[in-house]
C-alpha cells in the first residue's frame, strides 16, 4: 500500500506540477506573444514615422523646385516681355520712319509736279519728232496765237493740275489700313 500511496501521492504532485509548469509556461509564452507584438507594433510605428517623414521631405522638396521653377520663369517672362517690347518699340519707329519717308516723298513729287505743270506752261513746237503731228501742233499753235488762247489755256491747265492734285489727296486720305 505504501508503494500506491506513493505512486497515487506522485501521481497528484505530478500532474500539479505538471499543471503549474503548463501555467507557468502559458504566462511565459504569453508574455513572449506580447513583448512581440509590441516591438511588431514599435516597428511599424517606427516605419510609419520613416515614410511619413520621407513623403514629408518629398513634398517639401517638390514645393522648393516648384518655387525655384516659377521664381524663374516669372524671371524668363520679365525678360521677354522687356525685350518684345523693346521689338516693338524698334517696329514703331521703322514703321514711321517708312511713313514719314513715304510722305516726303509723296510732298517731294507734289512740289515737282507742280513745278513741272508751272515750266510746261510755255509751248514751244519743236520741229520734228519723227512723225507729222508735232510739225502739225505747231501750225495750229501759230494759226491759234491771234486768238491769245494761251492767257485762258495756262489758267485752264493751273485748274486741272489744282483739280488733280486735290483729287489725288482725297483719295490718300480716304485708303485706310488694308485698303478698303
Known sequence: MFLLENVIVLGVL????????????DGIVWIGEQIGAF?????GLIWDAIQWLGELLRD??????????????????????LLY????????AAKLFIILFEVAK???????GFANTLASLAYQPQTTGSHGYSQMIGRVFSAAEP???SVIAYMLLFIIWVFTAIQVIKLLSNLRVGGD
Open 85 to 92: 517690347f523693346l521689338f516693338q518699340i524698334g517696329t514703331l
Open 147 to 149: 486768238l491769245q488762247l
Open 60 to 81: 517639401l522638396f517638390y514645393a522648393l523646385m516648384d518655387l525655384l521653377l516659377s521664381f524663374f520663369e516669372l524671371i524668363y517672362a520679365l525678360i521677354d516681355s
Open 39 to 43: 516591438f511588431q507594433w514599435l516597428g
Open 14 to 25: 505530478g500532474d500539479a506540477f505538471g499543471s503549474l509548469f503548463s501555467v507557468i509556461w
Open 106 to 112: 509723296l510732298i517731294y513729287s507734289f512740289f515737282v
